[in-house]
Every structure is written in structure tokens, then in C-alpha cells.
């Protein structure tokens, strides 16, 4: 079962909030929420989302017609708005995003110590490619040092907040553009540094390749955050493509694992 991260209450949150989603988000709800009765339902008393959720995905128009008619067609306004929290509080951590995403940027595992990054590599003046970048953490302790750092993001709210801390530190050498792990937007070898953190896994082979095709020879690719330490198959993936690693910690969860490789012919 799906376990609620509860960064956020969303009892009082509209479900409109689910107009921001990115395809990739309704693709997810549409193929993996695991009661399908209470995402029909909350689709049957949403007009809107529920066009909005057709229209970003349409070859998945027949599963989402699948989805409501599993559901109550015509819920009462507490039926709707119990079915609505129970999604959206499955989804917590991208309703946060979405609403503020400074409530991800100050929770306390994000206060890990910078030099658990820095430490890996020399970063002065040197170009760096963050995919996944979030809320920024590893894309703003690289710019104090790097000479540009481009995060690449693929939830556009994210995007703009980016753009919007970097105003406010005073950074100019940060620039946030969409794309995803495996659809990295810089030509090959673009990169001096290429970094993600809490985001590779879902498609080791697919994500790793094209890490290393931006990155230029000589050049590191780095992972910080990278695993748990009970993650069995990233780990071993990593591990036997020559990466090194190391832990480190992150308040209130314990030791992590960073790992980092010099690309090589």
C-alpha cells in the first residue's frame, strides 16, 4: 500500500490543485492509484480535473472512462470530499510542491551538511547539469562554486520557484528548463559535473545512459542523495558500473549513501 507522507494537510486543499499536474503525474494516478473506486468518484464530482486529466492523456482516455465508472456517479458533497483528500493525500508530496514548495525545501532531512556534496568534486568554475532538481539544495550549493548550474525540472511550479530563489540569492548562473532523467535537454559531452539527488532508480539503464552522454570525458557524475541504505538493486546497479560511494546523513533519516564516477572512455 501507498504510505502518506503528510507533508502538507490537505483536508482544506481545492482539488483543482490537480489542474497543475504534469502528464507524467496524471499518467501515474491514472496507471498505478491503487483505489480505483475513490479516484472514480472523485473524477465523477470533478468535471474539470476529470477533462483536464482526458485531454493531458488521451491514449489513456478509456482506462480514465474504466476509473469513473468504477466510482460513484453522482456522489453527495461529503462522499465527494472524502473521496478527494483520500487522493490528494496520496499524493501529498506533489500537492506540496504545487501549493508551496518551500513546505519540501525546509523539512528536516533536506538540512543535510553541503560538504557532503562539495566534498566529492571540485566544482569552481566548472559547468554542472542538476537533473530532478526540486526545490534546488544541490543546484544552489553547486552555484556558490560552479559557473552555470542548469536544473533541469519537469514540474513547471518547481521551475518557477527555481527561478524565483535564485532571484533572492542573488544568483545569476542558475537556469531552470523542463526535461526529464532520461530526456536530459544538453547536447553530449555538455557537462562538467552531471548530479541528481533522489532521483535515479525507476529506469537504471535508460537514466544512466543518458547521465553519462551529456556529461564530457573526464568529467563526474554524481548522485548525493543517492540511495538508502537497504535499497538492494540501485545499489548493486551503481556498484557494478564503476561507481564509488560513501554515507552521510540526513536528519531525522538516518545514513544515506552518495555515489560519484569519472566518466572515462
Known sequence: GFMSL????????????????????VEWL????????????????????????KTTVPDLSGEIEKITSEGIPDPDRETLRR????????????????????????????????????????????????????TGKQAFIAAELAQAVYCVE???????????????????????????????????GFSDITMGGHVFGDEMEREYADMNRVTKEGGMIIFCPGSNS???????????TGFDWDEFEEPGEGMKRKYWKRKTV
Open 83 to 134: 473521496a478527494e483528500v483520500e487522493v490528494m493525500d496520496n499524493i501529498n508530496d506533489w500537492i506540496a510542491y504545487l501549493i508551496d514548495p518551500d513546505i519540501y525545501a525546509n523539512l528536516e532531512f533536506m538540512s543535510w551538511d553541503p560538504k557532503a556534496l562539495t566534498s566529492i568534486t571540485d566544482f569552481s568554475g566548472k559547468r554542472v547539469i542538476d537533473v530532478g532538481s526540486g
Open 6 to 25: 503528510n507533508w502538507i494537510d490537505v483536508s482544506r486543499v481545492s482539488f483543482n490543485y490537480l489542474l497543475f499536474l504534469e502528464k507524467m503525474h
Open 154 to 188: 519537469p514540474v513547471t511550479r518547481l521551475r518557477h520557484y527555481l527561478r524565483m530563489k535564485a532571484e533572492v540569492l542573488g544568483l545569476r548562473n542558475v537556469f531552470a528548463t523542463d526535461g526529464l532523467i532520461t530526456q536530459i535537454p544538453f547536447e553530449d
Open 30 to 53: 491514472i496507471m498505478n492509484f491503487e483505489d480505483r473506486k475513490i479516484l472514480g468518484t472523485a473524477l465523477n464530482g470533478n468535471s474539470v480535473v476529470k477533462w483536464y486529466v
Open 230 to 240: 537497504q535499497e538492494g538493486p540501485i545499489h548493486d546497479f551503481l556498484e557494478n
